[in-house]
Protein backbone atom coordinates (compact mmCIF):
# COMPACT_ATOMS: atom_id res chain seq x y z
CA UNK A 1 0.00 0.00 0.00
CA UNK A 2 1.61 3.45 -0.73
CA UNK A 3 0.59 6.47 1.04
CA UNK A 4 1.62 9.84 -0.56
CA UNK A 5 4.05 11.79 1.14
CA UNK A 6 2.06 14.98 2.56
CA UNK A 7 3.33 18.89 2.99
CA UNK A 8 2.69 19.84 6.39
CA UNK A 9 2.94 22.64 8.47
CA UNK A 10 6.13 25.01 7.98
CA UNK A 11 7.17 23.00 5.07
CA UNK A 12 4.16 24.05 2.70
CA UNK A 13 5.65 26.74 0.31
CA UNK A 14 2.88 28.62 -0.83
CA UNK A 15 2.61 32.32 -0.39
CA UNK A 16 -1.18 32.34 0.20
CA UNK A 17 -3.56 28.91 0.37
CA UNK A 18 -7.37 28.41 0.17
CA UNK A 19 -8.30 26.87 4.29
CA UNK A 20 -10.52 24.36 5.03
CA UNK A 21 -11.21 23.84 9.10
CA UNK A 22 -11.53 20.51 10.67
CA UNK A 23 -15.40 20.30 10.26
CA UNK A 24 -15.02 21.09 6.26
CA UNK A 25 -16.22 24.58 6.17
CA UNK A 26 -14.18 26.45 3.52
CA UNK A 27 -12.86 29.78 5.43
CA UNK A 28 -11.47 31.73 2.17
CA UNK A 29 -7.73 32.44 1.44
CA UNK A 30 -5.32 33.35 4.02
CA UNK A 31 -1.77 34.41 3.90
CA UNK A 32 0.09 31.13 4.78
CA UNK A 33 1.59 32.37 7.95
CA UNK A 34 -2.23 33.08 9.20
CA UNK A 35 -3.17 29.85 8.24
CA UNK A 36 -0.48 28.32 10.34
CA UNK A 37 -1.99 30.66 13.29
CA UNK A 38 -5.13 29.21 13.01
CA UNK A 39 -3.86 25.70 12.52
CA UNK A 40 -1.75 26.05 15.95
CA UNK A 41 -4.87 27.70 18.31
CA UNK A 42 -6.66 24.57 17.93
CA UNK A 43 -3.74 22.45 18.39
CA UNK A 44 -4.19 20.90 14.74
CA UNK A 45 -1.87 20.24 11.79
CA UNK A 46 -1.64 22.40 8.05
CA UNK A 47 -2.18 19.67 5.58
CA UNK A 48 -1.52 20.38 2.39
CA UNK A 49 -4.42 18.46 0.18
CA UNK A 50 -4.12 19.95 -2.89
CA UNK A 51 -0.92 21.50 -4.23
CA UNK A 52 -2.04 21.76 -7.78
CA UNK A 53 -4.55 24.15 -7.19
CA UNK A 54 -4.96 27.88 -7.47
CA UNK A 55 -4.90 28.94 -4.37
CA UNK A 56 -3.39 25.84 -2.79
CA UNK A 57 -5.69 24.23 -0.77
CA UNK A 58 -4.52 23.25 3.07
CA UNK A 59 -6.95 21.36 5.47
CA UNK A 60 -6.97 22.25 9.62
CA UNK A 61 -6.89 18.65 11.16
CA UNK A 62 -4.98 16.10 12.88
CA UNK A 63 -2.33 14.72 10.79
CA UNK A 64 -2.18 11.32 12.39
CA UNK A 65 -6.06 10.91 11.58
CA UNK A 66 -5.67 12.21 8.24
CA UNK A 67 -3.03 9.20 7.15
CA UNK A 68 -5.44 6.51 9.15
CA UNK A 69 -8.62 8.07 6.87
CA UNK A 70 -6.20 8.41 3.56
CA UNK A 71 -5.16 4.60 4.33
CA UNK A 72 -8.76 3.15 4.71
CA UNK A 73 -9.64 5.17 1.37
CA UNK A 74 -6.80 3.75 -0.67
CA UNK A 75 -7.52 -0.20 1.24
CA UNK A 76 -11.66 0.46 0.22
CA UNK A 77 -10.93 1.20 -3.13
CA UNK A 78 -8.32 -1.51 -3.89
CA UNK A 79 -11.30 -3.78 -1.86
CA UNK A 80 -13.77 -2.45 -4.73
CA UNK A 81 -12.18 -3.90 -7.59
CA UNK A 82 -14.59 -6.62 -9.42
CA UNK A 83 -13.26 -10.00 -8.73
CA UNK A 84 -14.79 -13.15 -10.10
CA UNK A 85 -16.09 -15.69 -7.88
CA UNK A 86 -16.72 -19.30 -8.81
CA UNK A 87 -18.99 -21.86 -7.59
CA UNK A 88 -18.84 -25.45 -7.91
CA UNK A 89 -21.66 -27.71 -8.55
CA UNK A 90 -22.05 -31.48 -9.17
CA UNK A 91 -24.94 -32.89 -11.39
CA UNK A 92 -25.51 -34.80 -8.39
CA UNK A 93 -26.46 -31.82 -5.90
CA UNK A 94 -29.51 -31.93 -3.41
CA UNK A 95 -32.04 -29.70 -3.25
CA UNK A 96 -31.07 -28.31 -0.25
CA UNK A 97 -27.07 -28.05 -0.89
CA UNK A 98 -28.46 -25.84 -4.50
CA UNK A 99 -30.68 -23.57 -1.98
CA UNK A 100 -27.23 -22.60 -0.32
CA UNK A 101 -24.95 -21.91 -3.58
CA UNK A 102 -27.77 -19.90 -5.09
CA UNK A 103 -28.10 -18.19 -1.40
CA UNK A 104 -24.39 -17.65 -1.76
CA UNK A 105 -24.43 -16.63 -5.46
CA UNK A 106 -27.30 -13.75 -4.74
CA UNK A 107 -25.17 -12.07 -2.03
CA UNK A 108 -21.93 -11.63 -4.69
CA UNK A 109 -24.02 -10.18 -7.00
CA UNK A 110 -25.49 -7.96 -4.94
CA UNK A 111 -22.40 -6.83 -4.16
CA UNK A 112 -21.66 -6.49 -7.50
CA UNK A 113 -18.85 -9.00 -8.25
CA UNK A 114 -19.43 -11.59 -11.33
CA UNK A 115 -19.38 -15.34 -10.68
CA UNK A 116 -18.46 -18.34 -12.56
CA UNK A 117 -21.15 -21.46 -11.70
CA UNK A 118 -19.69 -24.65 -13.35
CA UNK A 119 -20.83 -27.91 -13.17
CA UNK A 120 -17.85 -30.43 -12.98
CA UNK A 121 -18.10 -34.01 -14.09
CA UNK A 122 -16.38 -36.82 -12.17
CA UNK A 123 -15.95 -39.80 -13.99
CA UNK A 124 -19.01 -41.86 -15.76
CA UNK A 125 -21.19 -38.41 -14.25
CA UNK A 126 -19.46 -37.06 -18.09
CA UNK A 127 -22.70 -39.26 -19.22
CA UNK A 128 -25.32 -37.33 -17.42
CA UNK A 129 -24.31 -33.63 -19.36
CA UNK A 130 -28.05 -33.46 -20.06
CA UNK A 131 -28.32 -32.95 -16.08
CA UNK A 132 -25.76 -30.00 -16.04
CA UNK A 133 -27.39 -28.12 -18.05
CA UNK A 134 -30.78 -28.27 -16.56
CA UNK A 135 -28.58 -27.18 -13.62
CA UNK A 136 -27.22 -24.68 -14.91
CA UNK A 137 -30.74 -23.38 -17.38
CA UNK A 138 -32.43 -23.84 -13.58
CA UNK A 139 -29.98 -21.22 -12.05
CA UNK A 140 -29.96 -18.43 -14.42
CA UNK A 141 -33.57 -18.75 -13.93
CA UNK A 142 -33.53 -18.11 -9.84
CA UNK A 143 -31.15 -15.31 -10.47
CA UNK A 144 -33.18 -13.39 -13.13
CA UNK A 145 -33.33 -10.59 -11.24
CA UNK A 146 -30.34 -10.26 -10.12
CA UNK A 147 -28.36 -11.19 -12.73
CA UNK A 148 -27.59 -11.68 -16.26
CA UNK A 149 -25.73 -14.48 -18.29
CA UNK A 150 -22.67 -13.52 -20.28
CA UNK A 151 -23.23 -16.06 -23.12
CA UNK A 152 -24.01 -19.63 -23.37
CA UNK A 153 -22.77 -22.39 -20.79
CA UNK A 154 -19.69 -23.95 -22.28
CA UNK A 155 -17.77 -27.08 -22.17
CA UNK A 156 -14.22 -27.11 -20.97
CA UNK A 157 -13.02 -30.52 -20.71
CA UNK A 158 -15.25 -32.09 -17.82
CA UNK A 159 -16.37 -28.97 -17.06
CA UNK A 160 -19.67 -27.09 -18.09
CA UNK A 161 -19.77 -23.13 -16.96
CA UNK A 162 -21.30 -19.87 -17.35
CA UNK A 163 -20.48 -16.46 -16.19
CA UNK A 164 -23.41 -14.24 -14.73
CA UNK A 165 -23.33 -10.53 -14.39
CA UNK A 166 -24.95 -8.58 -11.87
CA UNK A 167 -27.55 -6.29 -13.21
CA UNK A 168 -26.61 -2.30 -13.18
Given at each position: ???????????????????????????????????????????????????????????????????????????????AKSE??????????????????????????????????????????????????????????????LGQK?????????RLSV??????
Open positions: MEIRKFIINEKIRAKEVLLIDEEGKNLGIFPLEEALKKAKEVDLDLILVSPKARPPVCRIMDFGKFKYLQAKKEKKSKKLKEIRLTPKISTHDLEIKLKKIKEFLEEGQKVRIYVHFKGREIMFQERGKELINEIIKNLEEEGEPIFRGRIITPKK
